[in-house]
């Protein structure tokens, strides 16, 4: 009998994956990424990236889960037992992620209480990096003491995960994202309705879908392509395999796949519509070019909007409060599913309760993530982000496909499987992917990634600074194997309940 926790609907589990795919990204990395590789033109190559990496790569780790029955390292082992160490990596890289994640959620929860009187002021650079989060008081691998107006609002994003997690996958996760998803599409669309009126929109919208036709010969261009629909995704996280697991035996793998990834780009789409006709606004209100203001990151989210919210012409503050909330909303979701994917693993293998499992590793991460409330917080996050996604998430990726591809061989009896229980029939399309373009794809980002970081320090930090970001990559695979070493509290045969 398979006594592991289930969703208590379809719907609750293509709520949480949506969930866990919309996140920060969508908002303040997609835009600025698709006008900086060739605007309408860019959409070709990311819908080729998602329907030959995204999509195959989401019905892999769908049916992985599935089938398996376990969190990552679990599911790994189950198809091998030399596979659990790259379980383990994942679930890792998951861990790092989620102590500074919450800090850019714990942004978003004080700037939606500065919305109502928009305490910002018209100096938004100065208050978000001197004011607020204070990191333009010291030098980058520089802790500089509490930024204390940042550490309260982090203490309350961890409390509500907290909440959600012990309360386990049907009473927590699911009733949580089936109350923040519609919610965060609602608040989303009415901002984007809003924007879409004002001056300068119709130029802001021009800017993002007007189409450079000669970018798409730059390999960089299919390289963010593919990028942006790797990371947005929660691949190679090991969540969407824990997620999975939790369906009941019969789902339909394959549609779930095709919701959840062509919902995620919907809605980086919506961002996109959203954020440029707000900066069309701006740019058309202040006389500048949009390629004068168009970036992506905080500096997006945090200076320039607010900036683009003072000038409004009505309803400031209401526009402010429904904007920050729905970051907050895209924040929350991820990182439920980002702190599951380990506390999943940990109850799996040392066979303790959720409540300890949550205890433990979501305390531990909350502990270290105060280490980005301090004033050198941005630089740690920054620099800890760059090579734990380049090195971690992408590389961890591209290991997962030649394994299950190549090494253990299973997409034959993946296939079967997810054609067993699925009304889409997954064909050659789908193994051609994976064992081919996919390993293809994700081997050129690594090694572009590597030639990047060699040709020049990342963000001109120092050597040692950026010695702490190498090594948490490398922790988090060195901890992997570590972990895979140890004995499980119960074996594999008696906790095997494969279809």
């Known amino acids: 009998?398979?006594?592991?926790?289930?969703?208590?609907?379809?719907?609750?589990?293509?709520?949480?994956?949506?969930?866990?795919?919309?996140?920060?990204?969508?908002?303040?990395?997609?835009?600025?990424?698709?006008?900086?590789?060739?605007?309408?033109?860019?959409?070709?190559?990311?819908?080729?990236?998602?329907?030959?990496?995204?999509?195959?790569?989401?019905?892999?780790?769908f049916t992985m889960g599935h089938k398996y029955r376990g969190s990552a390292p679990l599911t790994l082992a189950r198809i091998s037992k030399r596979g659990e160490w790259l379980g383990w990596w994942q679930v890792l890289v998951s861990f790092f992620i989620s102590t500074y994640y919450p800090i850019i959620i714990a942004w978003a929860v004080s700037y939606t209480i500065f919305s109502f009187n928009l305490s910002w002021g018209s100096n938004t650079e100065a208050f978000f990096q001197k004011d607020y989060a204070q990191f333009a008081l010291v030098h980058p691998g520089q802790i500089g003491g509490m930024a204390w107006k940042v550490v309260i609002p982090l203490v309350v994003v961890w409390i509500v995960v907290f909440a959600i997690l012990f309360k386990g996958v049907q009473k927590g996760i699911e009733r949580a994202n089936k109350i923040c998803i519609p919610l965060l599409v609602v608040l989303f669309t009415i901002i984007v309705i809003r924007a879409v009126t004002l001056p300068g929109a119709a130029e802001g919208l021009d800017a993002f879908f007007k189409p450079d036709w000669g970018k798409i010969a730059s390999g960089s261009v299919w390289v963010a392509a593919y990028g942006q629909i790797f990371f947005s995704l929660s691949i190679a996280f090991g969540i969407m395999v824990a997620y999975?697991?939790?369906?009941?035996?019969?789902?339909?793998?394959?549609?779930?796949?095709?919701?959840?990834?062509?919902?995620?780009?919907?809605?980086?789409?919506?961002?996109?519509?959203?954020?440029?006709?707000?900066?069309?606004?701006m740019a058309h209100s202040?006389?500048?070019?949009?390629?004068?203001?168009?970036?992506g990151g905080p500096n997006l989210v945090f200076v320039v909007l607010p900036k683009i919210i003072n000038t409004l012409p009505a309803f400031q503050s209401a526009f402010a409060v429904l904007f920050f909330l729905s970051i907050v909303f895209a924040g929350l979701t991820s990182l439920i599913s980002i702190v599951e994917a380990y506390v999943s693993a940990v109850q799996d293998k040392f066979n303790i309760s959720r409540a300890k499992a949550v205890g433990w590793g979501g305390g531990i991460a909350a502990v270290l993530s105060v280490l980005y409330a301090t004033k050198g917080g941005l630089y740690f996050l920054d620099n800890i982000d760059h090579f734990v996604n380049a090195y971690g998430v992408a590389l961890a990726g591209l290991?997962?496909?030649?394994?299950?591809?190549?090494?253990?061989?299973?997409?034959?009896?993946?296939?079967?499987?997810?054609?067993?229980?699925?009304?889409?029939?997954?064909?050659?399309?789908?193994?051609?992917?994976?064992?081919?373009?996919?390993?293809?794809?994700?081997?050129?980002?690594?090694?572009?990634?590597?030639?990047?970081?060699?040709?020049?320090?990342?963000?001109?930090?120092?050597?040692?600074?950026?010695?702490?970001?190498?090594?948490?990559?490398?922790?988090?695979?060195?901890?992997?194997?570590?972990i895979a070493g140890l004995k499980w509290k119960r074996t594999l045969e008696e906790q095997k309940e494969v279809s």
Request: glycine share 12%; proline share 3%.
């Open 1 to 61: 009998m398979d006594n592991r926790e289930q969703w208590g609907s379809r719907a609750g589990f293509l709520f949480a994956a949506i969930g866990s795919a919309i996140g920060l990204g969508n908002i303040w990395r997609f835009p600025a990424v698709a006008y900086a590789n060739g605007g309408g033109a860019f959409f070709i190559p990311y819908l080729i990236a998602l329907l030959t990496a995204g999509i195959p790569l989401l019905i892999l780790e």
């Open 286 to 295: 202040a006389g500048v070019s949009i390629n004068d203001i168009a970036q």
């Open 399 to 482: 290991v997962e496909v030649i394994l299950v591809a190549w090494v253990f061989r299973k997409l034959g009896e993946l296939q079967k499987h997810a054609n067993g229980i699925s009304d889409m029939r997954l064909g050659a399309w789908w193994t051609v992917c994976l064992s081919v373009i996919t390993p293809i794809v994700l081997g050129y980002m690594m090694i572009d990634s590597i030639r990047t970081d060699f040709k020049a320090p990342y963000s001109g930090y120092s050597g040692s600074f950026l010695a702490l970001g190498v090594a948490i990559a490398v922790l988090s695979i060195v901890l992997g194997w570590i």
């Open 244 to 281: 999975a697991s939790y369906l009941p035996r019969k789902t339909d793998i394959t549609n779930n796949a095709f919701i959840t990834g062509l919902s995620n780009s919907g809605f980086e789409l919506l961002a996109g519509i959203g954020v440029f006709a707000a900066l069309g606004f």
